[in-house]
């Protein structure tokens, strides 16, 4: 018998992959994953503030929604108010204006607004 008959009647055994082989694999997974979320329809959760648009037919404020965004007159620019604020109790949201009620402060400086320095 040769040589090469002998070899040739041996099962091939499979090479079997080292740790770090099978290590290199969990970030390039985690990677499609991650990537594959964002073909997926997105829920609500995360997206991000819905502002009170312009033109709302009512001026009060929705419920849980108490800051108030001032157009100024003079100069056209976007304040908001706190309450507790100095002319909180003065300013009038008028949404025909463009001004609107914010939940938080993070929607209102998100919409591009600024706090009132008084």
Known sequence: MSLQGQK?????????RSLLEQRALI?????????????LPQ??????PT???????????????????NISVETGERIYHLPGQ????????????????????WEAWWAGWRKSKV
């Open 43 to 48: 829920s609500d959760q995360h997206r991000l």
């Open 86 to 105: 100095r002319y909180y109790n003065e300013t009038v949201v008028s949404p025909a204006k463009g001004e609107r009620w914010f939940c938080s402060q």
């Open 51 to 69: 502002v009170h648009r312009q033109g709302d037919s009512t001026a009060r404020a929705p419920v849980g929604c108490t800051i108030k965004g």
């Open 27 to 39: 970030p390039a997974l985690l990677f499609g994953l991650v990537a594959a979320g964002y073909f």
């Open 8 to 16: 040739a009647s041996k099962p091939r055994r499979r090479r079997r």
